[in-house]
Antibody
Framework: EVQLVESGGGLVQPGGSLRLSCAAS????????MHWVRQATGKGLEWVSA???????YYPGSVKGRFTISRENAKNSLYLQMNSLRAGDTAVYYC?????????????WGQGTLVTVSS | DIQMTQSPSSLSASVGDRVTITCRAS??????LNWYQQKPGKAPKLLIY???SLQSGVPSRFSGSGSGTDFTLTISSLQPEDFATYYC?????????FGPGTKVDIK
């Protein structure tokens, strides 16, 4: 059974940093592209970052230069290092597995971890 | 970025009703369109990919159609477990933007 379990969320002050983790199981992690998607409370979904199987990374302008996605295939783990956090980054962060053959489609999601940026 | 819109933003329906949700892209995205279902406090679930392909394990009462800029998600006979929010998403180009969602609740 495919499972994705996020951790590392919490309360952080504006300008602070946080590192999210996503533990994957039930599939060959190294063979899949992985993404982070976030959702502010009561709002829609927003793509945050992506990493390919070769370690290539992608970001939208809203987080580029502040967020870093990485993966550690030996540990079946995905990470998101978030720096210079802003109130607008407050959201539930999901890790998601890319649906085979479609870079921006997600067939499995974690349960999400809440990040709150507030003083 | 490609903008996605959905209509209606919400609808009330009864069990057994046929429900149709539309999604429009700001430019042509061919058939690179996905539909997700999200229930409160849960992660989204992929229902339809490539505009009309049913994801494994998803009931056949869900179907998708369209290409270019206009797309439709249809639930042929609404079931109690289908009350949720539905999002479309374009997978044509990065960022894979989502629509604002359509909330389906009980009439």
């Amino acid at each position: 059974e495919v499972q994705l379990v996020e951790s590392g969320g919490g309360l952080v002050q504006p300008g602070g940093s946080l590192r999210l983790s996503c533990a994957a199981s039930g599939f060959t992690f190294s063979s899949y592209d992985m993404h982070w998607v976030r959702q502010a409370t009561g709002k829609g979904l927003e793509w945050v970052s992506a990493i390919g199987t070769a370690g290539d990374t992608y970001y939208p302008g809203s987080v580029k230069g502040r967020f870093t996605i990485s993966r550690e295939n030996a540990k079946n783990s995905l990470y998101l290092q978030m720096n210079s956090l802003r109130a607008g980054d407050t959201a539930v962060y999901y890790c998601a597995r890319v649906h085979a053959g479609s870079w921006l489609s997600y067939d499995y999601w974690g349960q999400g971890t809440l990040v709150t940026v507030s003083s | 970025d490609i903008q996605m819109t959905q209509s209606p933003s919400s609808l009330s329906a009864s069990v057994g009703d046929r429900v149709t949700i539309t999604c429009r892209a700001s430019q042509s995205i061919s058939s690179y369109l996905n539909w997700y279902q999200q229930k409160p406090g849960k992660a989204p679930k992929l229902l339809i990919y490539a505009a009309s392909s049913l994801q494994s394990g998803v009931p056949s009462r869900f179907s998708g159609s369209g290409s270019g800029t206009d797309f439709t998600l249809t639930i042929s006979s609404l079931q109690p477990e289908d009350f949720a929010t539905y999002y479309c998403q374009q997978s044509y180009s990065t960022p894979g933007t989502f629509g604002p969602g359509t909330k389906v609740d009980i009439k």
